[in-house]
Every structure is written in C-alpha cells, then in structure tokens.
C-alpha cells in the first residue's frame, strides 16, 4: 500500500476507535434508542438521495438494516448507557469476528481450519478473562449486552456477505435508512416520549457534533474510505488495520474519560486481539460451500463504522464526574427502560 493509503487505513480506524469515547459522551445528551435513531437518520439522510438507488436486494437491505442497526447498535447503545466502558467495549466487540466466523460456519458451511479455530478458542478465553474482570469491578448486565451486539454483528456480516454489495458505501447508506423508524418506535415506547422530547428540546452544539460524528464521520467518510480501499487493495492488506481500532479506542477512552486499564483488562486485550488476528487473517485453504465466489464475495467484510457506532461509559468516575454506570437524569431500571 501507499504510504498516503496507510495513513488513511489508520485515520478510519482512529475514527472508528475514538467512536465509542464520542458515543459515551452522547449518551449523556440523549436515551440510547433515541440516540442510535438519529445517528442512523442523520447518516441516511440526505445521502440516499446522493448514492443512487440500491445495487443489491431490498431482502438484504432490510436484514442488514434490522440485525445491524436495531439490534447490534441497540444493544452496544444500552450496554454502554448501563456502564460498560467505552474502551473495553471496543474491545469486546472485536469478538464479531469469531462469531462472524462460527455463523459463516454453520450457515455458510466455511470450516475455519485448525488455525483458525484455536484464534476463535484464544479470542473467547479473551472474552472471559475480560468478563470475569468487568464482574468484580464493574456492571456485568452493560458487558454483556455489548457481548450480545458483537453476535449480532456476527449476523450481520454473514447477510452482507451473502449480499455481496458491490458498493459498500452505497450499501450502507441504504442499510442505515432501515433502522430509523424502529428505533423511534422502541424509544417512544420504551424510553418514553416525555423523555424523548425533554431529550430534543435540550438539543445543543455539543449533541449536535455527537451526531454529525456518529452519522458522517464515522459512516459515511468511515465506510466510504474504507470500501475505497478494499476497491484497490487485497483485503488481507487493508483488514489488519482493523485491529488498531481498540487501540485507539482504549487510548482515548484513558485520555478523555480517565478510564483506567487493570492486569487482567490487559491481558484479556492480548488474548482478543491475537486471537482475532488469528480468526480475521490467516490464509489457510477455506472450503467454503459455493464452488465459485464473485470478486465481491471474496472481500473481507469491512467492521461496521458504526462501532458502533455503531458498532460506550467509564469503570471510575471521568470528566463528568458521574459515577460507573450512572448518566444524569437516568431512571433506575434495566436494560428496558433504556438508561
């Protein structure tokens, strides 16, 4: 690659990273349905008018649309309102890979290989190391609705696969017109319309650039830089930059939040991100079922610039001064009544 296209492979995974630190900071202006509600409106519109009509099947639209932007965004959202932090949800939802890879198996018939499997095996003993820390020292329920958006993701990634969209960008600025009125709909009836438009009448600059980050940032420039790349390089050239994604995910989040990062955080990084590595990159020989596979199928399925978007909140009291899993004006309850 060009040094100038390496530089932009690591620009998107900074913004791709820095995401989860700007998603925490906008949970603290709107309810987390909501929220994922306007940063897919904000993405979706007026793009779609500019993209051109879809190149794919409304089917894989739709599905991509619903798995993707209501439930994987829906629950990486809620997790964080409950407490996960943004930096561990980073890294946590690197898992997608493995599931990624567990769903293409079952579904698609791709066996992993022996390498591969054992990065799946080192990636989940990562998770748990990693839960067993978030249980003792922060709010379990958050942690692992963020588990729950990486197997969506998973999901997701199989869908856009069997899609094979020739256009990412076009793709994604379809897919993200789905979730808007479902996600209105979960909000006003599980967030509460009161809530909601105490939400909007607050609106501010501050929230305002939390959108336009999430929606265009790290959608469209994200997703657009992203499948430019993929368009002019082999995608086991531009995929490892994913990697770097919780990198600067867990950097911000340290410098921007205060978030501390314990032993065992660090060594449940060390073991998800080598085992990724090993799940995402090695070129065995796949059996995949089709016998032949479209250029577009061969591509690596770029991670969603929605790290989530899509596709989070602090172990220790940050800037805001609020404490570990509590955002103000938030309601007691679970994960369904949104904060």
Excluded at 115 to 130: Q, T
Excluded at 318 to 333: F, H, I, Q, T
Aim: glycine share 14%; net charge positive; aromatic share 8%.
């Amino acid at each position: 690659m060009r040094p100038a296209h390496i530089a932009l492979a690591a620009l998107v995974a900074a913004v791709w990273g820095v995401n989860f630190v700007v998603i925490e900071i906008g949970l603290g202006h709107f309810p987390p349905l909501l929220f994922s509600a306007l940063r897919f409106l904000a993405a979706a519109l007026p793009a779609v008018f500019l993209v051109g009509r879809p190149k794919v099947a409304w089917k894989w639209i739709l599905g991509v649309g619903l798995v993707l932007g209501v439930a994987k965004f829906g629950l990486l959202f809620i997790g964080m309102d409950l407490g996960a932090p943004a930096g561990l949800s980073s890294l946590v939802l690197q898992v997608q890979a493995v599931f990624t890879a567990l769903f293409a198996f079952a579904l698609l018939g791709e066996r992993p290989g022996g390498v591969r499997a054992a990065g799946m095996a080192i990636a989940l003993a990562g998770i748990a190391v990693a839960a067993v820390d978030e249980g003792t020292s922060g709010p379990l329920a958050g942690f692992l609705l963020v588990i729950g958006a990486a197997v969506c993701w998973g999901v997701s990634n199989v869908l856009t696969r069997k899609a094979s969209p020739p256009d990412a960008l076009n793709f994604m600025v379809w897919v993200s017109a789905v979730p808007v009125l479902p996600l209105l709909a979960l909000s006003l009836l599980v967030e509460g319309p009161e809530r909601d438009l105490a939400a909007l009448r607050g609106l501010d600059w501050a929230g305002l650039g939390v959108i336009a980050y999430v929606a265009w940032a790290v959608t469209v420039f994200g997703f657009g830089a992203w499948g430019w790349l993929l368009r002019r390089y082999p995608a086991s050239s531009v995929a490892p930059f994913s990697l770097l994604v919780p990198v600067f995910g867990m950097s911000a989040a340290a410098l921007f939040l205060g978030e501390g990062i314990s032993g065992p955080r660090w060594c449940a990084a060390a073991l998800l991100v080598g085992g990724v590595a090993l799940t995402s990159l090695w070129r065995g020989s796949p059996s995949p079922v089709p016998p032949a596979a479209t250029p577009a199928e061969r591509e690596a399925v770029p991670p969603d610039p929605l790290p989530g978007d899509g596709p989070s909140a602090g172990l220790s009291d940050g800037p805001s001064g609020r404490p570990s899993g509590a955002r103000s004006g938030a309601p007691s309850g679970g994960p369904a009544s949104g904060r």
